[in-house]
Structures are given as C-alpha cells and as structure tokens.
C-alpha cells in the first residue's frame, strides 16, 4: 500500500524524456476515510474533475503538439492520483510519438484508469483533450450562488472546526446554493497552501451561515488533499445539518499545471461541468 510520505512530494524529481507510466502513484482512499467514520459503503456520489494545462507529444513526424486535457475520476476508485506523480507522468509524453491525439488519449486513459483501480475492481475514468483551435471555446465562470464571503464574522479557530455548524431544526426547510472562495488547505505531505472556492447546494433545515463560514475558514491550517478536504466537509455538514440532499463541490487553484476540482453529492446526480474560475 502506498503512502503519502513515499510518493515524490517534497522531494528533487528528475523529469522523464520518455512515455514512462510506471511514474503515476496511487494512494488508497480508505485510509483518510476511515479517519471521517466513512466505511466500505460511501454515503455520497461524485467525482473528482482534473484539468492539466501542460500536456504535449509529438507526432510520427516529431513536430510537438499540444492540448488541454479533461479527466473525470469516479469517486468510487479505490486510489486517488498523488498529483505530482500525474505531472511527472503526463510530461514524460513530451519526447515520446504518437499517430494522433486519439492514441494519447487512449493511452492515457489505460494507464490512469489502471492507477486509480490498482488493488480493486477496474474503472473507467474520463479523458478529454482540447487542441488548440478549441482553446478559445474554453470559458470562465465563478461558482453560482449566494457568496458567504460578504458576512463580517471573526474568525478563531484554523482547523476544522465541525462544531461551528448549526441549523435551524425548528423551522421551515429551504433551498439554497452558498459559495465562498476563502476555503484554504495544506498539502498533506508538504505543507503548501492550496487555495479554492467552494460551492455548498443543499436543501432541508436552513444551514446558519455564519457558522458554515467559520467552520469552511477553519480549514486553513489543514493538511489533507483536495479530495480528502471535500469528503470531510461533506461528512461534517450532513452530520451536524442533517440534509435531506446535498452537494459540495470545490475547485482549487492549480499546481503544476493540474488542477483538482472534487464534487461530492448525497444523490445520484450529473456531475458539474468542469469549468475554470478566474483563480485558476
């Protein structure tokens, strides 16, 4: 079983001039879902949507191309993908040829979904590849909802903080999407800030918005991964708020040119299109 601490975060990284999939390291979920009380059996759906900005190969000819690739990874995988080893990985196809962007894309979907199902029942995961003339149809758009940033509240506590949510059980559920882009984690293994907004849709007792605020600010000081932070809100909130249906999804700013973009939802439902904010 891999571990964090062994992957190459943190760590000096020769990059490979060669197509080299042995370079992606996978990391089993359950462990860090155990941590949140979540057994064999997820209480949610999802997906994790990754974005990587620096994607290149060369064709038969040796004339490097380039693309913007989409992955859409089922949150029912057993692994996550340390996202350094994805770089190291996705650039070792820079020097390496292929008949076209289809063969990329197969090839890259072989390897990830193998990754990712390592130790557990195959999956298959998304890839999208965007060429050049379709950059311009790529858009920015903020995360829609009513923005909790706008509230002066003080803040104390910088690590989660479950406590901080409350509800009003005693009076009429609502309907609401709430946003906020001061949601701040730290890398897991080497302690660098990662920054996101995050988008709360739920409908059942009126979750108090000051506290939610508090409570997302209260990941500040936080080492954990991006999926890992989304699971744990998602747990926190359904535990303390009590739901009848919710939706978390986050989207982090990007590192090395992937983002990460988790989406979590108490029901079955079609995951958000994987659309960059300004940030990102």
């Known amino acids: 079983m891999n571990s964090p601490e062994q992957s190459q975060l943190g760590k000096a990284s020769s990059y490979a001039d060669r197509y080299d999939p042995s370079l992606l390291f996978p990391i089993p979920r359950q462990p860090k879902r155990e941590e949140i009380g979540i057994g064999s059996r997820l209480p949610f759906f999802g997906a994790d949507l990754w974005t990587a900005f620096e994607l290149s190969w060369l064709t038969p000819r040796g004339k490097p191309q380039v693309a913007i690739a ?4 089922p949150c029912e995988t057993p692994n996550i993908i340390e996202s350094k080893s994805f770089k190291l990985y996705l650039n070792s196809f ?6 076209g962007p289809d063969a990329v894309r197969e090839r890259i979907r072989a390897d990830v979904g193998e990754a990712l199902s390592r130790g557990g029942a195959p999956v ?15 858009p920015v758009h903020e995360l829609d909802g009513l923005n909790l940033d706008r509230l002066d509240i003080e803040c104390t506590q910088y690590t989660p903080a479950p406590e ?3 509800a009003a059980f005693d009076e009429q559920p609502v309907e609401e ?3 906020s882009h001061l949601l701040k984690s730290n890398c897991l293994v080497t302690g660098q800030p990662d920054w996101g907004s995050v988008q709360i849709r739920y409908s059942g007792p009126q979750i108090e918005q000051g506290g939610l605020l508090q409570y997302l600010v209260s990941f500040r000081n936080h080492n954990e991964f991006h999926e890992q932070c989304v699971e744990r809100i998602f747990t926190d909130i359904m535990a303390r708020c009590r739901p009848v249906k919710l939706a978390v999804y986050a ?5 090395g040119g992937l983002d990460i973009n988790p989406f979590r939802s108490s029901h079955p439902m079609a995951a958000p299109p994987n659309i960059r904010t300004a940030r990102q």
């Open 70 to 73: 989409h992955f859409t990874v």
């Open 124 to 138: 298959s995961v998304g890839v999208k590849l965007l060429l050049p003339e379709l950059f311009d149809r790529e």
């Open 251 to 255: 989207r982090y700013t990007r590192r």
């Open 94 to 99: 820079s020097n390496e040829r292929f008949a």
């Open 177 to 179: 999407v709430l946003v």
């Open 164 to 166: 901080l949510l409350k």
